[in-house]
C-alpha cells in the first residue's frame, strides 16, 4: 500500500500568538514549530501502522512550505515515514497548498491520502477535501478510526451526538482527527535514521491565488472575574440568567 | 450579487446551524435566495421563514458523499449564476464547501463569524486565540458561516420546493452503520455547556453535570485527559485538538484551563468556572468563579437551576 500523509507545519500548541507589521504577519520569534498534530498523531502514525500491519508499501510525507519546515519534516521521518517531499512555497491558502500536492501526488498512484482534521493555526479543515476534488477521489473528514481489508477502507466519523461507520472504495482521501491512532514518540534509532532518508524538494508550479488573510486581530481582553463564595454557589445560577442573560 | 446556500436539512427538524446559514445567505444577498439540500426533509417549506425563495433538493440522495453533493452544489450554482455559495462549517460543509471552491476556483472562507466588513470576512485563527480578515479575490466565493454566528432571521416568505432532476452519478461511499450516543443537543449547536475534567474523579460521577446540562437545555463537554481515560465519549473533547465551541455560557467544572483547553472554548459568550484551586489558570479567562468542591457546588447548582425552571 502506498500512503501519502500530508504534514504541515505549526506553531507550538502553547507558543504565544502576536503579531507584526501593523498586525498583518504572525510574529514567529521565539515560537517552536512543530508538526500539526492532527498530521502527527493520528494520520502519520496510522499511515506506519497500516504499513506495518500489511508488511509492504510506503509512507510518503508531503509538505508545502519554506526551508524553514525541513526540522520538522525530519520528525515525521524520525517517527517512522519512509520518505519525505516538500513542495518549496510558502504556503498562503489553502487551494494553493491543496494545488501543490494534487500536482504531486497525481498520477504517482497513492492509495491512501491521509492529512489531519486541521491545522491548528489556520483551522480551515480545508486541504484535505481540496486534494480530494483535484484528484477526483472521495474525502471523508473527522475520521476518528480507519481500516484498510484489501482494497476496502473502513472509516468512522464523528457526526452530531454519534458515529457513521462508513465503507469506501481506494484510493481515497481521509481527514483524520483524534482516536484514530496514538502519537508515537521517535527513538534514537529512528532520529538518526531520519538523517539519512530522502527528503525531495521539489519546485513550485504555477497555481491558482484566490486570496488570503489580510490582517490578524487578537479578541479582546476579558473582564474580571466575578467570584461567588462557596457557601453561596446557587446564586451563579440566577446571575448568570438575570445579570449575564445567557441561560 | 447571486446567492445560493447549502444546507444538511436531515433530520427531524432543520438543524439551526442550517436556518442560520439561509439567514446569513438572504442577508448576504439583501434578499431571498436559493438554497440547495439533499434527503426527506418535510420541512423546506419553513425555510421562507429565515429569506429562502426556491428550495432545490436531491431527494435520492440521504448521506454525505461529498462528491455526489459537490456536483450538486456546483450544478445549481452554475444554473443560478451564483457568485457567493454559503454553507455550513459542519462535518456537512466540510466535506462539501471545500470542494466546491477546488472545483469552482473559487476562494473558500472556512469558517466565516458574520457577515463581510468592507468585503472581508473574520475567521478564527489559531485555534481561537486570535482572529483573521481574509479577502477573497476570485469571480466565486465559497463561505463556510461558523454556527451560533448569527441570530436566527423568524420572517415570513413562500418557498418554492423543487426536486433536482440532474445525474449525481453512484455515491463512492456507503453508510454501514449509524450509532448514536445520545439524543441531546449536538454539541457545536449547544447555546449551554456543563463540562467536567478530570477534577469530577471519575464517570460514575457525571450524572450531575447531565443533570444540570439537561435543567439548563444544554449539552454536556468535558476536557481531553477525561475522553482519554474513557470516562466520556470522545466526541465530547474539547479543546485545540477536539471540538471548538463557541456557546452563550460554558461551565467548566473541575477543568483546570490549561492552553490548549482554552483554544476550544474561549469564544464562548460566558465563561463560569468551578475549581477547588484559586490558582486554577481558568479562572482568569472567567466571567464567573466558584472557588470550590464540584461536589459540593454541582448539587447548589442543580437545585438553584431546578428553582429557576419552576419559576420561568
Ligand atoms: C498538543 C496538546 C493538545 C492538547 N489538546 C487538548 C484539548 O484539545 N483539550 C483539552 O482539554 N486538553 C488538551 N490538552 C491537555 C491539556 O494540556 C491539559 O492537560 C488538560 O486540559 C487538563 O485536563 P483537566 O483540566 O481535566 O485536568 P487537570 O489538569 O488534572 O485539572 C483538574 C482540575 O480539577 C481541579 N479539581 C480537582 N478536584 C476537584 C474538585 N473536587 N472539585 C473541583 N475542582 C477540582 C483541580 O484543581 C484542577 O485544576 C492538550 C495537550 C497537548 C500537549
Ligand atoms: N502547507 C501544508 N503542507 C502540507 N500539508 C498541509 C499544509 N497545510 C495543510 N495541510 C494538510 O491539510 C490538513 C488541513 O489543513 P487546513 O485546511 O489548513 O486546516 C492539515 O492537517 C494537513 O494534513
Redesign the interface.
Given at each position: 500500500m502506498k500512503i501519502l500523509v500530508l504534514l504541515s507545519q505549526v506553531?507550538d500548541?502553547?507558543a504565544r500568538?502576536a503579531?507584526t507589521n501593523d498586525n498583518t504577519q504572525y510574529d514567529s520569534a521565539g515560537v517552536t514549530f512543530i508538526v500539526n498534530?492532527?498530521d502527527e498523531w493520528y494520520a502519520l502514525v496510522r499511515a506506519l501502522e497500516l504499513k506495518e500491519a500489511a508488511g509492504s508499501g510506503s509512507v510518503t510525507t508531503i509538505t508545502v512550505g519554506g526551508a524553514d519546515t525541513d526540522a520538522t519534516i525530519r520528525k515525521g521521518l524520525a517517527i517512522g515515514a519512509d520518505e519525505a517531499v516538500r513542495v518549496d512555497a510558502q504556503p498562503t491558502?489553502?487551494?494553493q497548498v491543496?494545488e501543490h500536492i494534487a500536482a504531486y501526488a497525481k498520477d504517482r498512484g497513492f492509495d491512501l491520502v491521509l492529512a489531519g482534521k486541521e491545522t491548528?493555526?489556520?483551522?480551515?479543515?480545508?486541504?484535505?477535501?481540496?486534494v480530494?476534488?483535484?484528484l477526483?477521489l472521495?474525502?471523508?473528514?473527522?475520521a476518528?478510526k480507519l481500516d484498510v481489508n484489501g482494497t476496502v477502507a473502513?472509516v468512522e466519523?464523528?457526526?452530531?451526538?454519534?458515529?457513521?461507520?462508513?465503507?469506501?472504495?481506494l484510493p481515497v482521501v481521509i481527514?483524520a482527527a483524534?482516536?484514530m491512532a496514538e502519537q508515537r514518540i521517535p527513538n534514537m534509532r529512528g532520529i538518526m535514521a531520519a538523517r539519512t532518508k530522502p527528503l525531495t524538494v521539489v519546485p513550485a508550479a504555477a497555481v491558482?491565488?484566490?486570496?488570503?488573510?489580510?490582517?490578524?486581530?487578537?479578541?479582546p481582553a476579558?473582564?474580571a472575574?466575578?467570584?461567588?463564595?462557596?457557601e453561596e454557589?446557587?446564586?451563579?445560577?440566577?446571575?448568570?440568567?438575570t445579570e449575564?442573560k445567557?441561560? | 450579487m447571486s446567492v445560493i446556500v447549502f444546507i444538511d436539512s436531515r433530520g427531524d427538524k432543520i438543524p439551526k446551524a442550517a436556518q442560520e446559514a439561509v439567514t446569513y445567505a438572504s442577508q448576504l444577498a439583501g434578499g431571498p435566495v436559493t438554497v440547495v439540500t439533499f434527503g426527506g426533509s418535510t420541512l423546506l417549506e419553513s425555510l421562507g421563514a429565515q429569506g429562502a425563495k426556491k428550495v432545490i433538493v436531491a431527494r435520492g440522495v440521504a448521506i454525505v458523499d461529498g462528491q455526489q453533493l459537490t456536483k450538486l452544489v456546483c450544478d445549481v450554482a452554475t444554473k443560478e449564476s451564483a457568485t457567493t455559495i454559503v454553507c455550513v462549517h459542519d462535518g456537512t460543509g466540510k466535506a462539501v464547501a471545500p470542494r466546491v471552491a477546488a472545483r469552482l476556483k473559487a476562494g473558500h472562507v472556512a469558517g466565516a463569524l458574520g457577515l463581510p466588513v468592507d468585503g472581508r470576512f473574520k475567521r478564527n485563527v489559531f485555534s481561537g486565540k486570535a482572529q483573521a480578515w481574509m479577502e477573497v479575490t476570485s469571480p466565486i466565493k465559497v463561505i463556510s458561516l461558523s454556527p451560533n454566528s448569527i441570530p436566527i432571521a423568524k420572517g415570513e416568505g413562500t418557498v418554492a420546493v423543487e426536486e433536482y432532476s440532474g445525474d449525481l452519478g453512484a455515491a463512492r461511499i456507503t453508510v454501514k452503520e449509524v450509532r448514536k450516543a445520545g439524543t441531546g443537543i449536538p454539541l457545536p449547536e449547544a447555546e449551554i455547556v456543563v463540562s467536567g475534567g478530570r477534577g469530577m474523579k471519575g464517570p460514575e460521577n457525571w450524572a450531575g453535570i447531565e443533570e444540570l446540562a439537561q435543567l439548563l437545555g444544554g449539552a454536556t463537554a468535558c476536557s481531553r485527559p477525561v475522553a482519554d481515560m474513557h470516562w466520556r465519549p470522545h466526541h465530547e473533547h474539547v479543546g485545540q485538538t477536539g471540538l471548538a465551541i463557541r456557546p452563550n455560557c460554558y461551565i467548566a467544572i473541575g477543568i483546570s484551563g490549561a492552553i490548549q483547553h482554552l483554544a476550544g472554548v474561549n469564544q464562548s459568550k460566558v465563561i463560569a468556572v468551578i475549581n477547588t484551586d484559586p490558582e486554577a489558570p481558568f479562572f482568569k479567562a472567567a466571567d464567573y468563579g466558584i472557588v470550590g468542591d464540584a461536589f459540593v457546588v454541582l448539587p447548589k447548582l442543580i437545585e438553584a437551576a431546578k428553582k429557576l425552571n419552576a419559576e420561568r
Open positions: 506553531p500548541t502553547t500568538i503579531f498534530p492532527y491558502e489553502a487551494l491543496a491548528i493555526d489556520h483551522n480551515g479543515g480545508q486541504v484535505g477535501a481540496m480530494a476534488e483535484l477526483d472521495p474525502y471523508v473528514p473527522l476518528s473502513t466519523r464523528d457526526v452530531p451526538n454519534g458515529v457513521e461507520v462508513l465503507e469506501v472504495s481527514g483524534k482516536g491558482d491565488n484566490t486570496g488570503g488573510t489580510v490582517k490578524f486581530e487578537l479578541p476579558k473582564g472575574v466575578k467570584m461567588i463564595p462557596v454557589a446557587g446564586k451563579l445560577i440566577e446571575l448568570l440568567h449575564a445567557v441561560i | -
